[in-house]
């Protein structure tokens, strides 16, 4: 098996190292606002320009009296007010619809197709794995095995597909969290730019707004490998998320609070579709719909089977997928960045966002 995937352990440590170095004067930047440490803290923490070092000045019974015989006094200096410096607030994070766009480009542009077991899906893995760790979060891969077949009339091999998966720091799977999740792989003909670069593209900018405001539920997002068929029937697709559902042990399914799939989310429309499989709870997607009200996105519901939320939805597990909008270029070479607008990217996003903004 190719050990293609270092981990990204080493990074995270040295992040880790990084902040970690900078607690103290933070924490004391934090206290000085409260005016009764004031000094303490300002002479523990040197050098910072909003930070006074004056004493605060005598009181009147220290002050020696003048007498008549003791030289003219020098007058006690009045000592300047402080300031409190005002903490900036960090402005709430906004869904960059080019910064989404432009995994778009890579993914399709630069890397292209990315059947299931390929050195194109593995050099996609990898750029997820490089991303997501640069953002701050844990990242780990499993891979799985999936069977020979024929994609979308292209025979393929039996091979290893993997999934991605990206935790914030500490995350604890047993505890209630959400998962945000689209598929890695294409068609073996197809370089994917709607097929779901644009699904890749929104859960990144998603995650990097989660990053910088962490949402009431941690969110694991998830790179799914091998959702595209590779035969007929319910068996033959969608076997990065049946892998995981699969896997899932008793106490992590119970802490899963919902789970979305970003698939196909880019081509331009007047609404996002917001879909369910029929069989399970519709919860999640009413949830969506009314998140999506909040932000002024018009979305429309539906029912379909073909992409990761229905392998959840088939394990009894709260789940929903957006996109589907019907485009000329599907499962085709044609299937280009052109095909997306990266407008309809951010309204996607703006939809998942709203919901996470609701946990
Ligand atoms: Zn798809």
């Known amino acids: 098996m190719p050990t293609i995937l ?13 902040r970690a170095a900078d607690v103290p004067c933070s924490v004391a930047r934090h206290r000085l606002a409260a005016a009764a440490a004031l000094v303490l803290t300002a002479t523990a923490c040197s050098g910072g320009a909003d930070e006074p070092a004056s004493a605060p ?12 015989t003791s030289p003219t006094p020098t007058p006690t200096p009045t000592a300047t007010p402080t300031t409190i410096p005002t903490p900036t607030p960090m402005p709430p994070p906004a869904f960059d619809p080019a910064a ?3 995994v778009v480009e ?13 050195p194109g899906f593995q ?3 990898q750029y997820v794995v490089d991303t997501m760790t640069a953002l701050g979060y844990e990242v780990t891969t499993t891979p799985f095995p999936v069977p020979a077949g024929n994609s979308w009339g292209v025979d393929v091999e039996a091979g290893t597909s993997r999934n991605v998966i990206v935790d914030p720091p500490g995350f604890d799977p047993t505890r209630p969290h959400v998962i ?14 709607e097929d779901n670069a644009s699904g890749i593209g929104v859960m990144v900018e998603l995650a990097r707004m989660a990053a910088a405001q962490p949402p009431g539920l941690p969110v694991r997002f998830i790179a799914f490998g091998s959702e595209e068929p590779r035969g007929d029937g319910d068996s033959m697709h969608h076997f990065g998320s049946q892998f995981y559902v699969r896997e899932l042990p008793a106490a992590q399914a119970a802490a899963l609070a919902g789970m979305v799939s970003l698939d196909r989310v880019g081509v331009a ?13 519709t919860a999640l997607r009413d949830a969506l719909v009314a998140a999506a009200a909040t932000a002024a996105v018009p979305v429309r519901t539906c029912e379909n089977r073909s992409s990761d939320h229905w ?29 997306v607008d990266p407008a309809q990217l951010g309204r996607a996003g703006a939809v998942v966002w709203a919901w996470l903004g609701t946990l």
């Open 106 to 118: 890579h993914l399709a542009g630069t890397i292209g197709p990315r059947e299931a077991t390929s």
């Open 269 to 281: 429309a007047d609404h996002v579709p917001v879909c369910t499989g029929g069989r399970g709870t």
């Open 6 to 18: 270092p981990t990204p352990t080493d990074r995270v440590r040295l992040s880790r190292v990084a």
């Open 311 to 339: 392998s959840f939805e088939k394990g009894d597990l709260p789940s929903a997928r957006l996109g589907s909008i019907p485009y000329e270029a599907y499962h085709s070479p044609g299937d280009v960045p052109a095909v």
């Open 57 to 68: 000045p005598p009181s009147v019974s220290q002050i020696p009296a003048p007498t008549a």
């Open 180 to 193: 945000v999740g689209a598929h890695l792989d294409t068609v073996p003909q197809a370089p994917g730019a």
């Open 123 to 125: 050099q996609a893995a």
């Open 100 to 102: 989404a766009y432009a």
